[in-house]
Antibody, heavy 121, light 108 residues
């Protein structure tokens, strides 16, 4: 059974750093495209970043240069290093698995329950 | 960036009624890359429809998707109590991937 469990969220001051982790089971993270999506309180979904099975990474303009997506093969986890955090980064962060490695399969077929990041002084 | 505009913002219906949700793209999207998700309060989104019209595993056949180009539709043929939720469309064909703002289906 595929499961994704995020951790690492919390309250952080503006300008601070935080690393989110997403522990996967039932499949191998490094063999799949994986994605982070966030949702600000009471708002809609926003795509944040994706990592390919080959290690290629892509970011939304709003986080480019501040966030880094990576995978840890030894722990079968997906990570999101977040630096220089801003109030507008406050959101629930979801990790999700892409349905496959071909372009038409990059929908998000499994999601974690999310972890809340609050950026406030 | 492709902007997806969903309408209506809120749909008030009774169980057993038909729901029709719209997703309009600011430029043409290949139907292969149009997806629908369902989200209930406090939960993660759930994949409903991919490729504009293919149901994900375990999704009941009362959910159907259609459309092409810039206009896509999610239809719920007969609303069940568990279908009252927020629905999002998403395109994953052109970076940055984008979501619509959501349509809330509420009990009338």
């Amino acid at each position: 059974e595929v499961q994704l469990v995020e951790s690492g969220g919390g309250l952080i001051q503006p300008g601070g750093s935080l690393t989110l982790s997403c522990a996967a089971s039932g499949f191998t993270v490094s063999s799949n495209y994986m994605t982070w999506v966030r949702q600000a309180p009471g708002r809609g979904l926003e795509w944040v970043s994706i990592i390919s099975s080959g290690g290629g990474t892509y970011y939304a303009d709003s986080v480019k240069g501040r966030f880094t997506i990576s995978s840890d093969n030894s722990k079968n986890t997906l990570n999101l290093q977040m630096n220089n955090l801003r109030a507008e980064d406050t959101a629930v962060y979801f990790c999700a698995r892409n349905g496959g490695n071909s372009r038409v399969e990059r929908y998000l077929d499994y999601w974690g329950q999310g972890t809340l990041v609050t950026v406030s002084s | 960036e492709i902007v997806l505009t969903q309408s209506p913002g809120t749909l008030s219906l009774s169980p057993g009624e038909r729901a029709t949700l719209s997703c309009r793209a600011s430029q043409s999207v290949s139907s292969s890359y149009l997806v629908w998700y369902q989200q209930k309060p406090g939960q993660a989104p759930r994949l409903l429809i991919y490729g504009a019209s293919s149901r994900a595993t375990g999704i009941p056949d009362r959910f159907s998707g259609s459309g092409s180009g810039t206009d896509f539709t999610l239809t719920i043929s007969r609303l069940e109590p568990e279908d009252f939720a927020v629905y999002y469309c998403q395109q994953h064909g052109i970076s940055p991937w984008t979501f619509g703002q959501g349509t809330k289906v509420e009990i009338k």
